[in-house]
């Protein structure tokens, strides 16, 4: 396989025969002692809280456009590099927030994941090092894709649409109220006219110790349990804004086109005893 789902996942072969090629930027998202230990050849060490914004009101949500440009410039980013995003640690979510990340800013079909991260590279037999590669600062043209961010206003508008699809990518327990969110500090329970697909239901362990994401067909099967289809739009929330990327990921993969993220999701919503909430019988 060499390339997976709409070329949105990649593998260890895929990468090997283009890990020399020129304007190909790998990113390494993990712990920086670990990447400075080991990583992929010419890899960048990228921590998420470069890509994320978090203060008292809101936490995981994007950074400005400015702020993510200059951050993807001295990462050595510029237009017209492939961009491949790996784990150190496999938890997938990071990769996918970053994905998505891209994906606003207008680059998502310049943008790879690599399936299975660091450990499943190594386990196929890729090369890692300790060198930290010499990065020249680039030069990245956003076009912020702004239509892919809903507000708490616009999802209001759309409770119990039939042609919008909210889907929550939280646990089952905390989609079916049993546990609180966010600390104990949301409500429990879910959107009203919510469905429900973990973010975990769209990965498998695989070898030592990593994940990586189920088949297409898997997926599929799992949206289709749902009730999602295609032609409606899909609008996603999770805990903070990170765990509903995976499911963002797995829909881009399936071929959905419209799509939006609920950004502030429970984290906004769950506490605000104004916005409605529903529980499980």
């Not at 076009?143 to 939280?170: F, M, T, W």
Request: aromatic content about 12%; some cysteine.
């Amino acid at each position: 396989m060499a390339q997976f789902a709409n070329g949105l996942l990649v593998n260890s072969d895929w990468l090997k025969e283009r890990i020399n090629t020129k304007n190909l930027v790998i990113f390494h998202i993990g712990k920086e002692e670990d990447y400075l230990k080991e990583h992929i050849p010419g890899a960048r060490f990228i921590d998420w809280q470069e890509y994320t914004f978090n203060d008292d009101t809101h936490d995981f949500d994007l950074p400005t456009v400015k702020e993510l440009q200059n951050m993807l410039e001295s990462k050595g980013l510029s237009d017209g590099d492939t961009v491949v995003i790996y784990t150190g640690e496999s938890w997938i979510s990071l990769m996918t927030r970053l994905y998505f990340t891209l994906d606003y800013l207008g680059y998502g079909d310049h943008t790879f994941m690599l399936n299975g991260g660091l450990v499943k590279w190594k386990e196929n037999g890729g090369d890692v090092t300790s060198e930290v590669v010499d990065i020249r600062k680039g030069n990245f043209t956003p076009h912020p894709q702004k239509q892919l961010i809903a507000s708490k206003e616009y999802v209001l508008k759309n409770l119990n649409k039939s042609h919008v699809n909210i889907v929550d990518g939280r646990a089952t327990v905390f989609y079916e109220g049993i546990e609180a969110g966010n600390g104990g500090k949301s409500r429990k329970g879910h959107i009203p006219g919510a469905k429900s697909i973990p973010f975990t239901s769209l990965s498998e362990p695989g070898g030592e110790g990593y994940y990586q994401f189920k088949s297409v067909d898997d997926i599929q099967k799992i949206f289709d349990e749902q009730g999602v289809k295609k032609q409606d739009q899909l609008l996603l929330y999770c805990h903070i804004g990170m765990q509903l990327t995976t499911v963002y990921a797995a829909a881009k993969m399936l071929g959905f086109k419209n799509i939006k993220v609920y950004d502030g999701s429970f984290y906004e919503w769950g506490p605000d005893e104004s916005l409605p909430i529903a529980l499980e019988n």
